[in-house]
């Protein structure tokens, strides 16, 4: 009886596989090209498929993504190149996290993406 319990507390601290935690709700922002182009993608089954088609949003002009799984992204942007990104559960603080990192007086909001939470 006692390895049963042991065995079974053993299985509930194991962590869960990734798709489990995440549920399949992978998003993606791709961004850096020129005029600021910029390609979204969310609620894909998992990193890869989701940048690669935020990738293909932005018809092959973008040079960087960030990914992010049952959250908000926003990229900000100056003339300069300054860059902010940013991760959250919520959408206005994505935005502002991503406005403050970029760092430059005028920085500007260029994506924001949602995943289902």
Not at 84 to 112: M, P, T, Y
Request: net charge positive; glycine share 12%; with cysteine.
């Amino acid at each position: 009886m006692s390895r049963i319990v042991l065995v079974l507390l053993a299985l509930t601290l194991l962590p869960a596989p990734a798709a489990a935690q995440d549920g399949g709700r992978w998003g993606a922002i791709a961004f850096g090209g020129p005029e600021r182009a910029t390609g979204t993608a969310v609620d894909y089954p998992g990193p890869g498929e989701a940048r690669q088609a935020a990738l293909e949003n932005c018809g092959g002009r973008c040079t960087r993504t960030i990914t992010f799984a049952r959250n908000c992204g926003a990229v900000a942007e100056a003339p300069s190149g300054a860059l902010g990104w940013e991760r959250s559960r919520w959408r206005s603080r994505a935005i502002a996290r991503a406005l403050a990192k970029c760092g430059a007086r005028d920085c500007a909001l260029v994506a924001w993406a949602c995943t289902a939470h």
